[in-house]
């Protein structure tokens, strides 16, 4: 939206004139609302520019440090070159918020507040355009850059500088053909940088772990070492070859490249040994031959008595040492057998805990059990002993009810005796007359 603060001044003075003959204090106050509203919405514009220009000062800071003008170098540079044409328009106002408003010049109706947020959306678009074009880079040249990585880590840059530049030069060739649409021609000629690359990292891997090795080696070939150990000094030399071909094939194998720098540095150092021990035995007279012999026999001897193995001198000097030997082999698998003993007394110690274990919650849950148990035989004896009582009242009872009917009232003895009799009227038969008589006297 546009500020016209000239424009607003001009409209406020018109009000102001237009309302001098009025007395109403309502109708006088209303062009300065309106003034201080236009005011504070200009202020708030300003600030917003503020804020919009430090955070692309910030953003721009950010773009260096991730290398995106190295990616888009054209659009950094319009991007920054936007970012300081805002920054001049925002000083013509930041102190002065009147010419927020003004033209940026006499044949230009263009503001210095609309020329600053102008140039802040192209600083935007070119920032945006660059980082697209990173991405598309890292995508399409990913391999070159994961070997650029490698070289960085290794150390390339420093050892070979001038070839690091030079291939790095290459790569941003490619980078410039993938910013300029043609992404296709960048894919056909990363396969040549690929193959560069490689070669350096090869050439430094080389130089990394093997080169102490190399200025050895070479020191004992000046030095004739070839004369004195022939042999030891060939195997040195085969084993150096060995570590520099695998480098080639497997240049970031870094654990196995450790294990064949430290065996070839191993071959040089055993071969500058023997080549001393060769020179100091052709130097001694024959009369010490017996005395050189002794002191290999001494050495033996020391070893079989640390060992614990017989006095072994009455063989040969190679039959000596393969005896040490055979008695090391066989206290080891004495060793061995004590350790395999161990362990399986060890698993079963561990399988007994077990067991004892399982038994030690089998009982407590058998405990828990006779504990619910015991329980509810206590619950059982309490209710049978109840039953009993209750049964005892119920006896006692029924024999208090068994005595009030065996023993009746004199009511109802007479009444039994009236029923026995006259069951006995109805039930007696004839008799005789003489015995009527008398029997009817006797009843009278």
Request: proline fraction near 3%.
């Amino acid at each position: 939206m546009k500020y016209n603060v000239k424009m607003v001044a001009m409209m406020a003075t018109i009000t102001l004139t237009l309302a001098g003959c009025a007395s109403s204090p309502s109708s006088s106050s209303a062009p300065s609302k309106v003034d201080s509203a236009a005011q504070s919405q200009l202020s708030a514009e300003i600030n917003a520019v503020k804020i919009s220009i430090d955070n692309a000062s910030a953003t721009l800071t950010s773009a260096s440090d991730s290398q995106l003008d190295w990616f888009a170098t054209d659009h950094v540079n319009k991007a920054r070159q936007a970012l300081d044409k805002a920054k001049g328009y925002y000083a013509e106002f930041s102190s002065d918020p009147s010419e927020a408003n003004d033209n940026i010049g006499f044949f230009n109706s263009q503001t210095n507040m609309e020329a600053a947020l102008e140039n802040l959306s192209t600083f935007s678009a070119e920032i945006s355009q660059a980082q697209a074009i990173r991405e598309q880079a890292l995508n399409t040249l990913e391999d070159a850059f994961a070997n650029r990585k490698q070289l960085k880590e290794i150390g390339a840059d420093t050892l070979y500088p001038t070839t690091y530049k030079q291939l790095d030069s290459d790569l941003k060739h490619l980078v410039d053909q993938v910013a300029g649409g043609k992404a296709d021609a960048a894919i056909k000629a990363q396969p040549t940088l690929l193959g560069k690359q490689r070669g350096l990292e090869i050439k430094t891997a080389i130089k990394v772990y093997l080169s102490d090795a190399k200025e050895k080696l070479t020191r004992l070939e000046l030095a004739l070492v070839k004369n004195s150990a022939p042999q030891t000094l060939a195997q040195a030399s085969a084993a150096l070859m060995d570590a520099q071909a695998f480098i080639a094939v497997e240049p970031r194998a870094t654990a196995k490249i450790k294990e064949k720098a430290d065996s070839v540095m191993f071959a040089i150092n055993h071969a500058e040994q023997v080549s001393i021990a060769v020179k100091k035995l052709r130097a001694m007279p024959p009369s010490a031959d017996e005395g050189y012999i002794l002191s290999f026999e001494k050495l033996l001897l020391a070893i079989s008595n640390e060992l614990g193995a017989v006095d072994s001198r009455d063989h040969r000097l190679s039959k000596q040492s393969e005896l040490i030997v055979q008695f090391i082999r066989d206290s080891m698998k004495n060793e061995q057998a004590v350790q395999s003993a161990q362990q399986s007394l060890k698993a079963t110690i561990v399988k007994q805990n077990n067991n004892l274990d399982i038994l030690n919650k089998q009982i407590d849950t058998l405990n828990t059990k006779l504990a619910d148990k015991s329980a509810y035989a206590t619950s059982l004896q309490n209710q049978v002993a109840n039953l009993i009582t209750q049964l005892e009242i119920a006896k006692k009872s029924a024999q208090a009810k068994a005595t009030t009917i065996t023993t009746p009232t004199n009511a109802e003895t007479e009444v039994t005796e009236k029923q026995a009799v006259n069951t006995l009227d109805k039930d007696s038969t004839p008799v005789p007359s003489s015995d009527t008589s008398s029997s009817t006297g006797e009843t009278k």
